[in-house]
């Protein structure tokens, strides 16, 4: 094999061209180690939301910034609603509401901007990355930071569609099955509130919960984008879980839970159940790791491991990528969830390139 790409650099490809050629002759990335060859600049996202990945890739190549790349990379998720788990239209809340939580954090200077429970704005990673450029705060979260949205220009429109309010409706005619309340009257596994707190906790009715995973509650675009220099910035938005109780805030906008970025490093982001996930700070925690020289698969399945032994039946993921542009990913392993797809791109690569990691 090294004697072909010699042979063909000989014959004129530049040594990125050979690469390239050699990537084209391995089988697809699979498994649990996920990694990938390095190189600089990269996009890694959580899921095969390959648009985002372009619209990132290409606002880097325009000459754009690494926070550039990750505001409208996610942003391309908002506008296209990817699957359903970003931007509006999506996880109507239990009053039928769908609300944005989004981040953006800059791995230089160490600012981070989120939003949550966003109401009637679209663009929830703009209005985060406003709250970096026009405030001094970090998180603005509710009616507020809608206010402080139509306040920065960003047009004031309803989140609902059609298809949010079918499911809605349909989850209020199975008796709003499932939803996220415990320990109340009447019995939430049965019907529909409004609740009150019982007398007596049911810890048994805790633990059966926690086994009934629904894979397709909880998905999240969470972006890594390292530039040619090592500048790191990550993001991520989210509709967050659907019917979750109002007011809910997940994991997304919450720095070193949904992401993280460290430029003398590089960054992780997550993705899943973020109620549990955000208790451990996965992508902070993944970062850490790195740090001390772990390479990125490993980190993400140790960030993995540590939760499982708390929670073994957790949906979640972690994908992460250091300033050298090795990257990897890690998902835990539950029924109907045993493989993570996430999306790359690189210079080593003519295209985003769709990866596939087993969860452990």
């Known amino acids: 094999m090294m004697y072909e790409c010699s042979r063909r650099a000989a014959m004129g490809f530049s040594a990125r061209q050979a690469l390239r050629f050699l990537l084209l002759l391995l089988p697809p990335v699979s498994g649990a180690a996920g990694a990938g060859l390095a ?27 690494e926070l550039d790349a990750v505001e409208r990379g996610c942003g391309q998720c908002e506008t296209d609603q990817c699957d359903g788990s970003v931007g509006f239209g999506g996880s109507p809340d239990e009053h039928g509401e769908t609300t944005l939580d989004a981040m953006i954090m800059d791995g230089n200077t160490m600012e981070v901007g989120a939003v949550a429970d966003l109401r009637r704005i679209k663009n929830a990673i703009g209005v985060a990355r406003k709250v970096i450029k ?6 603005l979260v509710g009616e507020s930071a809608s206010l402080f949205a139509e306040s920065m220009g960003f047009p004031c429109e309803d989140l609902t569609t059609q298809n949010s309010l079918s ?61 040619g220099s090592g500048n790191v910035a990550v993001g991520t938005s989210t509709n967050g879980a659907v019917h979750k109780i109002q007011g809910r805030v997940g994991d997304s906008p919450i720095a070193g839970a ?32 790195m740090r001390t020289g772990t390479d990125p698969t490993t ?10 032994k708390y929670v073994p039946y957790f949906f979640g993921a972690v994908i992460c990528a250091n300033t050298t542009g090795s990257y990897g990913a890690a998902c835990n392993k539950v ?11 690189s210079p080593l690569l003519n295209e985003p390139s769709e990866q596939v990691v087993d969860c452990i």
């Open 39 to 65: 190189a600089l600049p990269l996009v890694v996202n959580t899921w095969a939301f390959r648009k985002a990945t372009e619209t990132a890739w290409y606002t880097l190549q325009s000459g754009g910034s």
């Open 335 to 345: 029924p109907g969830f045993t493989q993570f797809h996430f999306m790359v791109y």
């Open 134 to 139: 026009h405030t001094k705060h970090t998180l």
């Open 258 to 289: 949904g992401a993280y970025a460290d430029s003398t490093t590089g960054g992780a982001a997550a993705t899943g159940n973020g109620d549990i996930m955000m208790r451990f700070l996965p992508s902070y925690q993944a970062v850490e790791y």
């Open 167 to 227: 499911i809605y409706l349909k989850w209020l005619n199975q008796n709003c099955q499932p939803n996220y309340w415990k320990n109340v009257i009447p019995d939430a596994s049965k019907s529909c509130g409004p609740y009150k707190q019982a007398k007596q906790l049911n810890s048994e009715e805790w633990i059966n919960s926690q086994k009934r995973i629904n894979i397709h509650n909880h998905d999240t675009i969470g972006m890594i984008v390292i530039g």
């Open 299 to 308: 980190a993400c399945q140790k960030v993995i491991s540590r939760i499982q």
